[in-house]
């Protein structure tokens, strides 16, 4: 923090304590299936905070399970991950990173939906639940490297071990492909459809949804009305 501005330090401030709170949100929400010991308790966590295509709240839960963890290990690496990034998400404003964040979870939560619908093997896929915080989190991590493809980084705590770096474009690409190489041999440790969607999400907002959905969102709704009114009237 030396050498820092005063404005930029207040900036980090102001997204380390969003991000305080969405990790704090996360945390009870693992507490609370700590909690959980009777079936009653256990079937109302697993309704509202697992994602699935064939739950009768299966849209409220896309947005629920991205605040899901049920084991420690889980929980530990997504929060941990993301307060790495605490010091590279001040490009965007407090109010739109909340926003983004959100959006990001359920863009995930749906790209994991599709994958189900779309999947020959359905019936099979419909029994599993997805929860965690891993979609939105990548979002994050997409983004952060989209406005800065030269950032060294490393593998959490391996650093530590054995020194290293490397390129965060080409740390997006193995992830890239490794959700992919997932999708189509159908691996089931991780929701990689989930994960995918999250880094296209991510991509996408920091190249062109900024642009057009916040810095300014006037005009691209007049922008679509017009063209809207326009293509009406030649159908006339």
Same mark, same amino acid.
């Given at each position: 923090?030396? /050498?820092? =501005?005063?404005?930029?330090?207040?900036?980090?401030?102001?997204?380390?304590?969003?991000?305080?709170?969405?990790?704090?949100?996360?945390?009870?929400?693992?507490? !609370? !299936? $700590?909690?959980?010991?009777?079936? +009653?308790?256990?079937?109302?966590?697993?309704?509202?905070?697992? &994602?699935?295509?064939?739950?009768?709240? $299966?849209?409220?839960?896309?947005?629920? %399970?991205?605040?899901? @963890?049920?084991?420690?290990?889980?929980?530990?690496?997504?929060?941990?991950?993301?307060?790495?990034?605490? $010091? @590279?998400?001040?490009?965007?404003?407090?109010?739109?990173?909340?926003?983004?964040?959100?959006?990001?979870?359920?863009?995930? %939560?749906?790209?994991?939906?599709?994958?189900?619908?779309?999947?020959?093997?359905?019936?099979?896929?419909?029994?599993?639940?997805?929860?965690?915080?891993?979609?939105?989190?990548?979002?994050?991590?997409?983004?952060?490297?989209?406005?800065?493809?030269?950032?060294?980084?490393?593998?959490?705590?391996?650093?530590?071990?054995?020194?290293?770096?490397?390129? /965060?474009?080409?740390?997006?690409?193995?992830?890239?492909?490794?959700?992919?190489?997932?999708?189509? *041999? &159908?691996? =089931?440790?991780?929701?990689?459809?989930?994960?995918?969607?999250?880094?296209?999400?991510?991509?996408?907002?920091?190249?062109?949804? *900024?642009?057009?959905? !916040? +810095?300014?969102? #006037?005009?691209?709704?007049?922008?679509? !009305?017009? +063209?809207?009114?326009? &293509?009406? $009237?030649? #159908? =006339?």
């Amino acid at each position: 923090m030396k /050498g820092e =501005k005063p404005q930029n330090i207040a900036e980090q401030t102001s997204h380390q304590a969003i991000l305080a709170g969405i990790i704090g949100i996360n945390f009870a929400v693992f507490l !609370w !299936w $700590r909690m959980a010991k009777s079936p +009653k308790d256990i079937t109302i966590m697993t309704k509202l905070f697992t &994602g699935t295509l064939f739950s009768k709240n $299966r849209c409220s839960s896309m947005f629920l %399970s991205t605040f899901s @963890h049920q084991e420690f290990w889980h929980i530990f690496l997504n929060m941990y991950v993301l307060w790495s990034f605490r $010091r @590279h998400i001040t490009f965007m404003e407090k109010e739109e990173f909340v926003a983004f964040y959100l959006t990001a979870g359920v863009v995930a %939560s749906l790209a994991s939906y599709v994958r189900l619908a779309l999947s020959p093997f359905t019936a099979a896929l419909g029994a599993s639940r997805s929860l965690g915080a891993s979609g939105a989190i990548l979002a994050v991590v997409a983004a952060v490297i989209s406005q800065n493809p030269d950032t060294r980084m490393q593998i959490a705590f391996i650093g530590d071990i054995i020194p290293h770096s490397f390129e /965060g474009r080409h740390a997006l690409l193995f992830l890239i492909a490794l959700d992919t190489i997932g999708i189509l *041999r &159908g691996w =089931k440790l991780f929701d990689h459809a989930c994960h995918l969607g999250g880094v296209l999400f991510g991509l996408w907002y920091a190249n062109y949804g *900024r642009k057009y959905l !916040w +810095k300014d969102p #006037e005009a691209t709704v007049m922008r679509f !009305w017009h +063209k809207i009114r326009h &293509g009406s $009237r030649k #159908e =006339k």
